[in-house]
């Protein structure tokens, strides 16, 4: 092996922390909390970038830079919103360094203190919407709908690689309307986009559903989620959209001339996904032997790696591997030709392993002879032999299952581990096993916040589902009246 | 018309910023320095992004992402690196606000403070090079040749949109080699990557050259550098790459053993662009009417107006324009059909003037009756009519030619405002009609800084053309010998 992974069963955690390093993801930066994000791992957040920046242009978004930096002042003026934005965040307070008067390197200058401290953006619904004062005047303003691609800080005290990070990279939408209708639809919009994306592009199977008071983002009337079961079982949260409501409006001030010439408040959404997402890929698909990349996100589709013995099969088997290459390219596909010559080619199936790469194309002299290849998919880690002739339609097929099987791989592990309980007894037992319990719930922020206490789970979504959740019955916990299932797990 | 826009003629610096703020490309925010992109300039930028990032892939440079805090002591380490950059800087000294005891807002926790302060980056090259030394050990790990997409922030004391802001974005690369002559190579590689952009993309004519010693970038050994003359005559750096020696490897210690074994210090490279070219865009383009847009880089390429007097007229002008529109996109243009209906069209095209779009079609209830449409192009505002059979092939001409035009005149206007100068006297007298001046200079810091303290004249660059530049001369300052002319201007 190239590098050794830690099984799952061994230890899920150190095993989600080798993947990220091993396959060349992401590693701690000299910064407390800060990653860097590698070439490879950078490579797949473009590929979701990508898909998502299409999607919301498709969905009538445009792209928009709002500064880095809030005035601390503006934190304070949305009353929720500071308490659950504005405490661990970097500070900036000075904006010079000068040669230290001892001669050892640079010290902050005293006299650069700023008049007010600004905040390194944890989130930008203040800076935005005190900028929207300026756009929104009439109704023929609106709406806005824009969508920013950025970095953002939240000084988390205990950090993981992509999963929690006090620097993070995201995209934030904010939108304005006109009414209130409009506004929660275009909520619903966008977390169907997160859904279908997670769904169609991740392979991940994700419950969409309201977040409980307790558990939505602060300032927002409703919070809409997408959640996805990790292989531990537990959930994650892979994307929010919020229904704002007129909060930031009235904060600042952002009203508007309606047709009947009466000044309203606008009305506001927002709604985002991070780098978190490499996190729920990794953990959702990947195996003991490394990475399993869904297709649609794989940096490298195709790897193509000679067997050989001799430098010429070697050079011959290169020649046709180029050939192949090209043909697949053309057909929309990116690959690999592995041509290192100092590697065995168990190890360097090993590291590709690792690296997730979906399908792997083997070429030996007898293949070069009989015009085959050895094909092996990442997903299964079967193999099978190909004719050369044809080999591209046969490729195409292949990941196309293979996106769709990993999927079904996901949806039907999910479907094992979400399960109806209907008594406080069963649930403490139940939610120690890991997966989605679907309960009764009284609806309280105080029951809910006794079961976190008890057993640290949450509510991760109220689903809007009417087949397996809408049904009478009593809360687990308070045995009160209540009207539809919830989803209960401990969350990342 | 739409917006008023100063003259160039009555007041340059006026001019510009009423393109940027009228043309709704960015404007100020709350946050002093700090800009707001609009989504109409974040179209442009994006389209540089796209151009400039396939142009580094096909170079072969992958991209990565670093942390946006650097330790303070990382400025330290690289003598002329700190003098350079750890002085106007952001500086984060707290990591957490808490509720004012007094009751008002929040204020920064005092038991928050940071062991060490951390410096929001305002170039990459400390926190990078501490990160390539864990990624380099021997010959094998090298080139390394990674790009960054990020925001910066140098804290400017007086900004200017797009041209000098606290925060700005660009792109930064940075590259590990195994020797000098390698690096030297990437140096020249990239400069002249910048170069072709500008030329072929952004229709900016540059002169591509070294610069002196005194305009260098902190820590390099060499820097290379495009220049381009805005339309006051002025020069405007563009983009810049840097030959940085050994420097940053030895001050990050980052060795790496070469093929005979024996350990060496790795050689550097670094070269960025950034939003500042939006202003090089706009300066060298722009007329009296607004921005004038390369094709190439325009959101909207053709925009669609219709001419009516009824509801009738219009609605069967816009269903022939949809029609249009499908065929113009199918062929790969973008497209926009004016709609609105409570504007006047000489209201509209003041306004698509004014943002630079560079094809109008207008379409009136004869032109609908006898198959054609008015094309006017934004560049020359010269206007034709065209039949609508043919017309995607049409517009395709237009926008190549408009492409052309718009360089050739800048390269004209570049031309007629470069000029040979032999005398101090003479020189002092020309340099303050702007332009460039090509003078003889006898090579050292001292004379250069004289030079920029009677006129405010800098070298913009040490070009490497042989015909124009490379001729025995005297100084013009000190009258010492010269082998070559260098380029000199007041810049921005």
New interface residues.
């Given amino acids: 092996m190239a590098k050794e992974v830690t099984s799952r069963s061994e230890n899920y955690s150190q095993w989600y922390n080798d993947l990220v390093v091993k396959a060349d993801l992401a ?1 701690q ?3 407390r909390g ?6 490879y791992g ?2 797949i ?2 590929k979701m970038q990508h898909e998502l920046d299409k999607m919301f242009k498709e969905t009538g978004h ?15 003026r949305e009353a929720e919103h ?1 308490a659950g934005f ?13 040669n230290d008067p001892n001669g050892k ?2 010290v ?1 200058d005293p006299d ?1 203190k700023l008049e007010e ?4 953006r944890p989130t930008s619904e203040t ?1 935005i919407w ?2 929207y004062k ?1 756009w929104i005047t009439s109704w023929r303003d609106l709406p806005i709908l ?1 969508n920013q691609w ?2 953002v ?1 939240r ?1 988390e005290m205990r950090t993981r690689l992509f999963l929690r990070t006090a ?1 993070f ?1 995201w995209q934030e939408g904010h939108t304005a309307h006109a009414t209130a209708q409009e506004a929660i639809e275009e909520t619903n919009r966008m977390v169907n986009v997160y859904a279908d994306f997670a769904r169609n592009v991740m392979a991940l199977p994700v419950i969409v559903g309201h977040k409980s008071p307790n558990e939505r983002f602060a300032g927002a009337l409703d919070t809409l989620t997408i959640e996805a079961m990790m292989q531990d079982g537990k959930a994650l949260q892979a994307g929010t959209s919020h229904f704002l409501g007129q909060n930031f409006a009235k904060s600042f001030d952002v009203t508007y001339t309606n047709k009947e010439g009466k000044q309203e408040y606008v009305w506001a959404t927002s709604w985002g996904v991070s780098t978190r997402l490499m996190g729920a890929l990794i953990m959702s698909h990947g195996d003991d032997n490394g990475l399993v990349l869904p297709p649609k996100l794989a940096p490298i589709q195709v790897v193509m790696v000679p067997i050989f013995k001799t430098e010429e099969e070697h050079n011959a088997i290169l020649d046709k591997m180029y050939e192949i290459k090209k043909e697949l390219e053309a057909a929309g596909h990116s690959v690999k030709v592995d041509d290192r010559d100092t590697l065995r080619p168990g190890f360097k199936f090993a590291e590709w392993e690792l690296k997730g790469v979906p399908v792997r194309v083997a070429i030996g002299p007898r293949d070069l002879a009989n015009g085959t290849v050895e094909l092996a998919r990442r997903d299964t880690l079967t193999k099978e032999s190909a004719p050369m002739e044809g080999l591209s339609a046969r490729i195409d097929a292949l990941l196309e299952d293979i996106q769709k099987n990993i999927y079904e791989k996901a949806a039907t592990y999910r479907a094992a581990n979400i399960r109806k309980v209907d008594t406080w007894e069963e649930f403490k037992t139940e939610i120690q096993k890991g997966g989605f319990l679907l309960c009764h719930w009284d609806g309280t922020p105080e029951t809910e916040q006794a079961i976190k206490d008890e057993t640290k789970a949450t509510i991760r979504c109220i689903p809007e589902d009417t087949v397996v959740c809408e049904e009478e019955g009593k809360c687990i916990y308070s045995g009160k009246p209540s009207s539809r299932r919830v989803v209960f797990a401990i969350s990342y």
């Fill in positions: 590693e930066s000299a910064v800060c990653m860097v994000i590698k070439p950078y490579a957040w473009e445009v792209n928009a830079y709002f500064p880095l930096f809030i005035p601390k002042s503006f934190f304070s500071v504005a405490k661990e965040c970097a500070v900036v307070t000075h904006h010079r360094l000068m390197g640079v902050v650069a401290e600004l905040i390194v800076i005190s900028t300026n824009c950025a970095n800080v000084w620097e990279l």
